[in-house]
């Protein structure tokens, strides 16, 4: 099925293939409508943030050859096969096989990039709505973390594939989704791959989708990822702080969209005497989503801190 092959290739024993879709790794951050919510950073209380997790539909396959293709569509009804499974969670903490702990040998004999034909598959499948208010602004999977390869459908389209069983992986949902309306999210993950021989090490061996999933909401311009870097000089008196900001958005520069920078203390009181700012110019924009994802240079806004 889609997703599952690259030309010839499998996608689970492909080395070249480490994504597709996905968005840039960046820095945990959440979006909040002012600068005072933000520096009380509950996200749950932000209107930009919806959690995912919860029970989902689940179903366990004995290899990615079994996959119904129709599972990922709206019209899907799940039968006797299937049962509900709390995201997130471990699928082999549940009764779907069984937690395996090596030290310096491998779970299987297999050379890489191959992986035993006996690969167990869970199939994920829960339901969503996106805000009425999110309508114009950008809306955002992010998946904690599945092991150890992730695929992702939304209303029976393929969305994307990640890699890397202890990353965060985000994908773009607004072409996929409408403010306003329901829609169905399916997922698969396919516990060996060829990036089992990567992450190898003395360790427990699970499966499935074992942190958190949430939605999140971007205004038409927003902050792609943040580097904050402080310094201080051979008197440990004064510092100064390096920003590095990458900005969305393709049009970034035409809108006059400007950073502004703000520290503040442990008790939220700003350190800065003035806000440092700086406009946003072509090179300081993201780089887009892509099968190996890049990363932009970013704009640096360095203010002294005394």
Known sequence: MELFQTGPLKTWQSPETLSFNRLPARATAFPYPTAAAALANRREESPWWRS?????????????????????????????????????????????????????????????????????????????????????????????GAESVLYVWVDGQAVGLAKDTRLPSEFDLTPYVQAGANHTLAAAVIKWSDASFVEDQDQWWMGGIHREVYLYSQAAHYLEDVFVRGDLDESLREGRLHVDVRVGAADAEAKGCHIRVQLHDARGKAVLRRAAEGAVHAEFLAEPAQAHPTRGPGARAAPLVR
């Open 52 to 144: 995912l997790n919860g029970n989902w539909d689940f179903r366990l396959v004995a290899r990615p050859e079994d996959v119904p293709a129709a599972f990922v569509q709206p019209a899907f009804t799940p039968d006797a096969a299937w049962s509900k499974l709390p995201v997130p969670s471990n699928w082999t903490m549940h009764g779907h096989g069984h937690p395996h702990y090596t030290n310096v040998i491998m779970p299987f004999n297999d050379l890489p990039p191959q992986v035993p034909a006996a690969n167990p598959t869970g199939l994920y499948r829960t339901t969503f709505s996106v805000p009425a208010d999110w309508a114009g602004r950008r809306t955002v999977l992010h998946i904690g």
